[in-house]
């Protein structure tokens, strides 16, 4: 990678930290949920055609997507701009931060291929509803990352698990999620006058719930099951009828995910038998598990400033869950590196500890350090034949593995 467009892309970024920070405040400061991402989607795109670029809003088929594209020919990298919040906490999950480092980056390696001419385009993506709208299926389906040799993203996490002068991880590997609502019908009646004459879909619920948590014990340590009532029955003096619950189920991948799902159906369907209700199920949008590249991964530890300032693989507790992003990673090769922000003990994702510290300067700065280390990394797939071969030759492998479920 010549030196000269290493410095153009760092310049570029700093140039244009006013309009990035902009950006960030009013992410972070407007929380907006899944699907519902209007102002942030609107303030993108106007940031974007202010500095010269052909923007598609509502791209993609969905109003609060769009696509930016810059370049000609050669191969095509395509950063992620993640940008919904949480009911009720905000940017928990600091979002603000993810679409401000995909920005950066867009921007350094769209400033790189002008001042060369070389070959190449970058694409900056903006992609609603990570949290449990599954925006990247509808995105994936629609066709927004054909033909791509690549697409990174990074995710801030809670600092102060990170030791040794750490700041972030390369290798961040996250769960496949099967999302499940189960229905269970019986029959109404008065709980007083006449029990007997009833079906309860409550007592179904509670024995499927407790067959879960004795299941539980027999799952591996990095598998989830968690679930919640959605419906459970209106007066207690009518027997209920009608009642819902939701389970996400997590394993290490996506055929794992599945396989455990089964053993969970098996506890819903005892719990209909034994109660006599009917079962109902419906699926939800699963998320495959991230399954980073590790040659994008170790271009990102070479590219971070400081030295050493990224570890290559994750230690436990620092972010986990799961991610629409896995499902970009079987498209082509995929990175969702992550980085440390300033949190106490306790505040991680999902929290509101962790929105506020996701609205600081330092954590803004941190997600610019990213975008820098991921646009050079984007830089090298574009320039570097030889690399861009490597890439794709270990995701083809992985990819052979994961049709195998490991």
């Not at 995710?155 to 499940?180: I, T």
Request: proline fraction near 4%.
């Amino acid at each position: 990678m010549a030196q000269d467009w290493t410095q153009t892309i760092d310049d570029e970024i700093s140039a244009r930290n006013g309009e990035i920070s902009a950006i960030n405040k009013q992410i972070h400061s407007h929380p907006e949920l899944a699907y519902e991402e209007h102002q942030a989607h609107d303030a993108l795109v106007a940031t974007l055609q202010s500095l010269g670029f052909d923007v598609r809003p509502h791209a993609y088929g969905l109003a609060t997507a769009f696509s930016t594209e810059f370049g000609s020919g050669g191969r095509l990298v395509v950063f992620n701009a993640e940008y919904d919040a949480l009911p009720g906490i905000g940017h928990a999950c600091g979002h603000n931060l993810i679409a401000s480092s995909s920005l950066a980056s867009f921007l350094g390696v769209a400033a790189a291929l002008k001042a060369s001419g070389l070959p190449g385009r970058v694409r900056l993506l903006g992609t609603p509803a990570e949290e449990g709208g599954g925006g990247k299926l509808k995105l994936i389906a629609a066709g927004a990352y054909a033909g791509a040799a690549a697409s990174l993203m990074v995710h801030p996490g809670p600092g102060h698990v990170l030791e040794g002068g750490v700041r972030g991880v390369a290798f961040v590997r996250m769960l496949a999620n099967v999302k499940m609502r189960a229905y269970f019908a019986g029959r109404e009646a008065h709980a007083a006058i006449a029990p007997w004459d009833g079906v309860n879909a409550l007592d179904a619920v509670c024995l499927a719930y407790n067959a879960v948590s004795m299941l539980r014990q027999q799952t591996r340590p990095y598998e989830r099951i968690h679930g919640v009532f959605r419906a459970a029955g209106d007066r207690p003096n009518v027997t209920p009828a009608e009642c819902c619950v939701e389970y996400y189920v997590r394993s290490a991948t996506r055929a794992g995910a599945e396989r455990l799902w089964q053993r969970v159906l098996k506890c819903f369907e005892g719990a209909a038998l034994a109660t006599g209700c009917e079962l109902r199920t419906e699926p939800l949008n699963s998320y495959a598990d991230v399954r980073p590249s590790p040659a994008l991964c170790r271009a990102y530890v070479d590219a971070a400033r400081p030295a050493g300032s990224v570890a290559y693989a994750d230690p436990p507790d620092f972010l986990a869950g799961s991610t629409d992003m896995g499902d970009v990673c079987y498209e082509c090769p995929g990175f969702h590196g992550a980085f440390g922000i300033d949190t106490a003990e306790g505040d991680a994702n999902h929290t509101k500890g962790f929105a506020a510290a996701a609205g600081t300067e330092d954590a803004y700065q941190r997600a610019l350090e990213c975008g820098r280390a991921m646009a050079l990394v984007g830089w090298k797939v574009l320039v570097d034949d030889v690399f861009a071969d490597e890439m794709h030759r270990e995701w083809l492998t992985d990819m052979k593995l994961a049709a195998e479920g490991k």
